[in-house]
T-cell receptor
C-alpha cells in the first residue's frame, strides 16, 4: 500500500509568516510522529499522536509550533511567525502500534525561512 | 540520560570493505534499538533492529552487535557497496515509543 506522504515537499517562506505542513500517514496506523532534521543534525522529536489520547507535545521548541491530527489520520504541523532558525526538514512518521515497532517515515518537507 | 551518542560523524570505506558505526546509550530502560538508513532527499527507512535479549542480529550484509553491559551497539556493513552510501542513524527507545536518535553517520563507499 501507499507509504507516508507529506506536502509540500518544499516550502520557502518569509520570516514572520505562518506555514502549515501536512502529513498523510499509512492507513490504519494509529501513531503519528513529527520530527525536525536540521542540516547535518539528527532527528529531533517534536510531537506524538496515539489514537484518541492527548498528544505528547514535549518536543515542541516553542509555542509558535502546534500540531493537530484530524479523525485519527491526517496531521498538520503549524509554525506561526516563522524564524530563520526554523529552517529544516520536517519529517512525519507513522506506526501501527501494537503490531510492529517500525516507524515509517515520509519524505519530509524542506522548509526554508528567508 | 536520554542521549544516544553516535560515531563517527562521517566514514569513507573502499568498496568491499567493512563499515562500522557505533552508538552508546545511557538509559538502561531502553529495550529497542533500530538502525535507519537515509538517502538524500528521502525519509529514513528502517534497516535492521535489535532487542537486548540477543547480542547479535544479522540480515544479509547488515549486522547489529549489542553489548548490554557496556550499553553500546554497532552496525556492521559487510562487503560495502557504493549503493550503501547514505546517512545512517541509530536510535533507542523504551517500547516502541518516541525514539531517541543519534546524530547520524554519513557513509561514503568508494567504487
Amino acid at each position: 500500500g501507499a507509504g507516508v506522504s507529506q506536502s509540500p515537499s518544499n516550502k520557502v517562506t518569509e520570516k514572520g509568516k505562518d506555514v502549515e505542513l501536512r502529513c498523510d500517514p499509512i492507513s490504519g496506523h494509529t501513531a503519528l510522529y513529527w520530527y525536525r532534521q536540521s542540516l547535518g543534525q539528527g532527528l529531533e522529536f517534536l510531537i506524538y499522536f496515539q489514537g484518541n489520547s492527548a498528544p505528547d507535545k514535549s518536543g515542541l521548541p516553542s509555542d509558535r509550533f502546534s500540531a493537530e491530527r484530524t479523525g485519527g489520520s491526517v496531521s498538520t504541523l503549524t509554525i506561526q511567525r516563522t524564524q530563520q532558525e526554523d529552517s529544516a526538514v520536517y519529517l512525519c512518521a507513522s506506526q501501527w502500534t501494537g503490531r510492529t515497532d517500525t516507524q515509517y517515515f515520509g519524505p519530509g518537507t524542506r522548509l526554508t525561512v528567508l | 540520560q536520554q542521549q544516544v551518542k553516535q560515531s563517527p560523524q562521517s566514514l569513507i570505506v573502499q568498496k568491499g570493505g567493512i563499515s562500522i558505526i557505533n552508538c552508546a546509550y545511557e538509559n538502561t530502560a531502553f529495550d529497542y534499538f533500530p538502525w535507519y538508513q537515509q538517502f538524500p532527499g528521502k525519509g529514513p527507512a528502517l534497516l535492521i533492529a535489535i532487542r537486548p535479549d540477543v547480542s547479535e542480529k544479522k540480515e544479509g550484509r547488515f549486522t547489529i552487535s549489542f553489548n548490554k553491559s557496556a550499553k553500546q551497539f554497532s552496525l556492521h556493513i559487510m562487503d560495502s557497496q557504493p549503493g550503501d552510501s547514505a546517512t545512517y542513524f541509530c536510535a533507542a527507545s523504551k517500547g516502541t515509543y518516541k525514539y531517541i536518535f543519534g546524530t547520524g553517520t554519513r557513509l561514503k563507499v568508494l567504487a
